[in-house]
């Protein structure tokens, strides 16, 4: 049996390989740090992040804070000088700037928030763990062109595509618009973090290059995300720019396109385990670039406290 092979076998989240779809139970805590150990974020906050996947939060940061990332983010579209252009990914469809990746390592101010005790802090305890960030981007989500983000778990791409062996990651997605109900927020199944789908249909090489303006592999088929909805329902994330939706790396989420006249910009970081650093992708493809997954310039974040203006 060759080495790959013998490896999906003995993988509690192989994906991609079998001709149907499946939905399997989730074998890693949502919650890592210890019961009745103080952290960042109240007992009911903790519970209700450890049911439904996902924790919605006001008020972390000062206007004059928000305004200051909002400048930042205007600055990157409007003139993205020194900016790697390989990270930076256009609609599908049009010539709009979709996205910007590896944000926190091309701009100080979004690695200063990064790095932000208000963040990282909360990161840490949940995770149990020191953390790094695994991925940052800028979305845009530009008016009448902002296409969707179609249903995914994070977690099924960058366990197959990356190699991040288990389930101990975040994703924290700070708004830099108001979100409403028609300029395409974030979306999530409440609790699908705890089950798992296998997708269907093999991985093409430099899946990529496709996949960061459309994904087409590793999306769940319409039968599994019928259960997850008929079990959990949908919960629409809407608020103002400042709001922070912290999720769990497989909770089942997406967004509709934009077709309001309202960009919907906002910032996501992605925070790992130290001890769940990506290894040998478990898809059996090349690993994806470093600009995607943090790889080779792994380090642990030293979180910083106070305003950053």
């Not at 993988?11 to 150990?37: E, F, L, M, Q, W």
């Not at 288990?166 to 108001?178: D, G, K, V, Y």
């Not at 939706?245 to 989420?253: I, K």
Request: aromatic share 10%; with cysteine.
């Amino acid at each position: 049996m060759s080495a790959v092979l013998g490896r999906k076998e003995h993988d509690p989240y192989v994906s991609r390989v079998y001709n149907t779809p499946h939905i399997a139970d989730r074998v890693d805590p949502v919650v890592y740090a210890p019961a009745g150990k103080k952290g960042p974020l109240t007992r009911e906050q903790v519970r209700q992040y450890d049911r439904d996947g996902f924790l919605e939060l006001d008020g972390l940061f000062s206007a004059a804070e928000i305004n200051t990332l909002v400048a930042e983010l205007d600055r990157l579209r409007e003139a993205p000088v020194g900016i790697n252009r390989d990270t930076l990914i256009l609609e599908p469809d049009s010539e709009e700037l979709r996205s910007i990746f590896a944000i926190h390592a091309q701009s100080l101010l979004f690695a200063r928030l990064a790095a932000d005790e208000r963040l990282a802090g909360i990161a840490r305890y949940l995770l149990g763990d020191e953390v790094y960030i695994h991925q940052s981007r800028l979305n845009y989500k530009p008016g009448f062109f902002g296409k969707e983000f179609y249903w995914h778990s994070d977690f099924e791409t960058w366990h197959v595509e990356d190699g991040m062996p288990r389930m101990r990651a975040l994703s924290m997605s700070i708004s830099l618009t108001q979100n409403t109900e028609y300029n395409g927020p974030l979306m999530i199944i409440p609790g699908s973090h705890r089950r798992y789908v296998r997708c269907v249909g093999a991985t093409p090489d430099d899946h990529y290059k496709q996949s960061l303006r459309r994904q087409e592999y590793g999306v769940p088929d319409p039968e599994s995300l019928q259960s997850l909805f008929e079990e959990g329902g949908i919960a629409t994330t809407k608020g103002s720019a400042g709001k922070v939706v912290l999720f769990d790396c497989n909770s089942m989420h997406g967004s509709n396109s934009n077709i309001s006249p309202l960009p919907r910009s906002n910032v996501f970081l992605v925070y790992n385990s130290v001890t769940n650093r990506v290894v040998t992708p478990f898809g059996g493809k090349p690993p994806r670039p470093e600009f995607i997954a943090t790889r080779k310039s792994f380090k642990p974040i030293q979180p910083v406290g106070g305003s950053f203006v």
